[in-house]
């Protein structure tokens, strides 16, 4: 029998726990040449900010041991165009529309919300966590405070239910995901990338031109996992859980944790397919161990004491 | 190995063979590391169609490269391509001028290949480090009605950077230029393409991701009518750009 896939996250619900993560899979367009986007969750779409952005000066990517770093810096063509241009496209297909959001005050990231009130989206995701723009991004998301007053001005403004995206460069990811709940946010994603660096020796020079950039892949799913399992013990918001996905058995671990979906990012960039490859690895994985349903999954972590 | 650090590898794939154009490039999952994430992107040297067979000569930079170099015939390979925006040939092309520079040289033979199936009078300039590092000659020499060797060290050819002769080269003008190699030779032919008014195509190199246009990370800096610029993707719009648009100055710094 073929196992149930499906999750339900703020009453949407979602064909299977598997989102391709914002920044690494465009707009979904560039990937259907590639696979069948009725396959994927949900699509993530590139981070959105009020007016265009050029984004940062290349070079923007340095590979690092089973990671990488990147410093893009948000370039993406507006909210506007994405509603009029990218947006219909992306409506063809039969899977949920996650829209990530960004801006350098919090009047833009409500702005956006209001643009984005009457378009056929079903989540905003509101990022506080990008670590490679000088303004806003990861300043709105590293204290509790600043977390709550962003979260529940946008919850006022935004139709959709609003996911609020952590970044892991904190002391404490448990009191700003409790900051997110208590001001209304409707789920978490976590986490966004590490804050890093890579230096060329020979050049004696950073590799990147914005010096220091996000770091992700397997090399941070450690501490994704376990920012992860933390916040589930604090918030009873759903949890989409991200950071360095490559496996069905990956994002096992994620819903174990108490993860309701999974986004997946760095894979995509070493497959297209990577996603669907994900999907139909845990479906795998499911009948091999005899698990009917995915939600039997989620917050499963067996944790024995070992005294 | 065809000279110091440059490798040729040849793979069958018949979908990349029968659909590939000059310019275009392949990204390659190197094999047995998983701790290198990303695909190399390397431009298509020489495709045969009926064979299925598809050439890339690269050069060793790195770890990725090194395991590559080190591959034994026989072994699979995961390939994805043909990827990217690749040279324009068109019909009204009769004469063109193919400058290339080091590593930058190994996507011109298929252009070159292309251009002669369309009877174009192909003059190439290419230059190298030295004499050792000069590899493929014959096969240029036959692909093309002339070719111009350069050597940094004068141990081959004309002494000194392709870009030196390219003047005089332009005392008659093509109807084309086609350019790849190091940025400062580009930026050389991009000066005297202007000064010329020859349009002239340059394919671009930058550290990429996932190569179809999706993580934003390969830029490179356009300039656009109102005057200002924007950030174009290496592996999608690219990695062949009109040298007029491109910025290849320091990257501009307005965010």
């Known amino acids: 029998m073929k196992p149930r896939m499906s999750v339900k996250i703020c009453g949407v619900s979602f064909k299977n726990p598997v989102i391709a993560a914002s920044g690494t899979f465009g707009f979904g367009r560039e990937y259907a040449e590639y696979v069948d986007l009725n396959m994927l969750g949900g699509i993530a779409v590139k981070g959105l900010t009020l007016l265009p952005r050029k984004g940062n000066p290349p070079p923007r990517i340095a590979e690092t041991s089973s990671g990488i770093l990147n410093s893009v810096g948000l370039q993406n063509p507006g909210v506007d165009y994405f509603i009029e241009h990218e947006l219909p496209k992306l409506l063809k297909y039969d899977t949920r529309i996650i829209v990530n959001i960004n801006g350098n005050t919090i009047d833009e990231y409500c702005r ?34 600043v977390v709550y007053d962003i979260t529940r001005s946008v919850k006022a403004h935004a139709k959709q239910p609003v996911l609020v995206k952590l970044t892991p460069n904190v002391t404490d990811i448990k009191e700003i995901a409790i900051a997110a709940e208590k001001a209304g946010g409707d789920g978490i994603s976590l986490i966004n990338t590490v804050l890093g660096m890579a230096i060329d020796a020979k050049k004696r020079r950073p590799v990147l031109a914005n010096i220091v950039g996000g770091l992700s892949g397997p090399a941070i799913k450690p501490i994704a996992l376990r920012m992860v399992w933390e916040v589930a013990q604090v918030v009873s918001i759903p949890i989409i859980g991200m950071g360095g996905i490559t496996t069905g058995e990956d994002v096992v671990e994620f819903l174990l944790a108490g993860a309701t979906a999974v986004g997946v990012g760095t894979a995509n960039l070493i497959s297209p397919t990577a996603c669907i490859d994900i999907v139909n690895q845990l479906e795998e994985y499911m009948v091999q161990n005899g698990i009917e349903d995915v939600n039997e999954l989620i917050g499963g972590l067996e944790i024995k004491s070992f005294c | 190995m065809i000279a110091p650090h440059m490798y040729k590898m040849a793979f069958l794939s018949k979908g990349i063979a029968l659909n590939a154009n000059p310019g275009q490039f392949v990204h390659i999952k190197v094999p047995g590391d998983n701790s290198l994430l990303l695909r190399r992107p390397i431009s298509i040297h020489d495709v045969h169609p009926q064979t299925g067979m598809v050439e890339i000569v690269y050069q060793v930079v790195g770890k990725g490269t090194r395991i590559l170099s080190g591959m034994n015939a026989g072994q699979f390979i995961d390939v994805l391509g043909p990827l990217g925006n690749g040279f324009t040939i068109s019909r009204e092309i009769k004469s063109a001028l193919v400058v290339g520079g080091g590593c930058g040289i190994a996507p011109l033979k298929l252009l070159m290949r292309r251009l002669k199936d369309m009877g174009v009078v192909v003059k190439a300039l290419l230059g190298f480090r030295s004499r050792e590092a000069v590899y493929g000659l014959e096969e240029f020499e036959m692909l093309s009605d002339r070719v111009l060797v350069t050597t940094d060290d004068g141990s081959l050819g004309r002494r000194g950077l392709v870009t030196q002769v390219l003047g005089e080269e332009l005392q008659q003008l093509p109807d084309m230029m086609f350019a790849c190699g190091p940025t400062p030779m580009l930026r050389i032919v991009q000066q005297l393409a202007r000064e010329y008014s020859v349009p002239c195509q340059m394919s671009l190199e930058e550290r990429m991701g996932c190569g179809i246009g999706g993580c934003l990370v390969c830029s490179c800096a356009v300039r656009t009518p109102d005057g200002g610029f924007e950030y174009k993707r290496v592996c999608k719009d690219g990695p062949v750009f009109w040298s007029q648009e491109v910025m290849l100055d320091e990257a501009p710094n307005e965010r």
């Open chain 1, 112 to 145: 956006i919300a209001e643009k984005l009130r009457d378009v056929p989206i079903h989540f905003l995701e509101l990022n506080i966590s990008c670590p490679n723009v000088k303004q806003g991004g990861v300043a709105f998301g590293t204290h509790p405070d």
